[in-house]
T-cell receptor, first 112, second 113 residues
Framework: NAGVTQTPKFRVLKTGQSMTLLCAQD?????MYWYRQDPGMGLRLIHY???????AKGEVPDGYNVSRLKKQNFLLGLESAAPSQTSVYFC???????????FGNGTRLTVT | GENVEQHPSTLSVQEGDSAVIKCTYS??????FPWYKQELGKRPQLIID?????GEKKDQRIAVTLNKTAKHFSLHITETQPEDSAVYFC????????????FGSGTRLSIRP
């Protein structure tokens, strides 16, 4: 039982490049979330999903897209990376909105 | 929109003393209030949570209190130890968008030996 697994752990992009972050969970959780963490700003919600085939916008969705084609996977895409997207990205999953979040280990992304 | 404010942003206490972190939320119908601890370089992990039908919850040295009227909740850590040094985040689930979990900006707690 691996919990929540994020890949990759680290990535450096140049401005304008694209990439996809992968999140996988093996706990059969319905809800999945993508957060970004910046110094002094806590965890800000980018997008979330309440079940397979569903996605919704969070607090800071601009510049990101997501897909939840399979229940266990939640993908975060950056179509044209910008330096402002330099951050640590955390994926999380839960049974429901009033259940504890289980976080992955994070992806450190640097955009130059 | 939904908002969770957390104070203080940094807190330093003597080992053995108590630490208190406070959060306020804007959506009066919020019903779930978790607290997460994040050690340096690690992922956040749940340490305690409380639901709106409960005023206080305790787990060993950690307790959380909820004041629904004032729309604030607090984390209390007693008999602090060096391993309590970390960043602590409060969060709330706004009723208006019950699928979201919104976090406060975090408190960096340092325990002085």
């Amino acid at each position: 039982n691996a919990g929540v697994t994020q890949t990759p752990k680290f990535r450096v992009l140049k401005t304008g490049q694209s990439m996809t972050l992968l999140c996988a969970q093996d706990m059969n959780h319905e809800y999945m979330y993508w957060y970004r963490q910046d110094p002094g700003m806590g965890l800000r919600l980018i997008h979330y999903s309440v079940g397979e085939g569903t996605t919704a916008k969070g607090e800071v969705p601009d510049g990101y897209n997501v897909s939840r084609l399979k229940k266990q996977n939640f993908l975060l895409g950056l179509e044209s990376a910008a330096p402002s997207q330099t951050s640590v990205y955390f994926c999380a999953s839960s049974l429901g909105s009033d259940s504890p979040l289980h976080f992955g280990n994070g992806t450190r992304l640097t955009v130059t | 929109g939904e908002n969770v404010e957390q104070h203080p942003s940094t807190l330093s206490v003597q080992e053995g003393d108590s630490a208190v972190i406070k959060c306020t939320y804007s959506d009066s119908a919020s019903n779930y209030f978790p607290w997460y601890k994040q050690e340096l370089g690690k992922r956040p992990q749940l340490i305690i949570d409380i639901r709106s039908n409960v005023g206080e919850k305790k787990d060993q040295r950690i307790a959380v209190t909820l004041n629904k009227t004032a729309k604030h909740f607090s984390l209390h850590i007693t008999e602090t130890q060096p391993e309590d040094s970390a960043v602590y985040f409060c969060a709330a689930t706004p009723y208006s968008s019950a699928s979201k979990i919104i976090f406060g900006s975090g408190t960096r707690l340092s325990i002085r030996p």
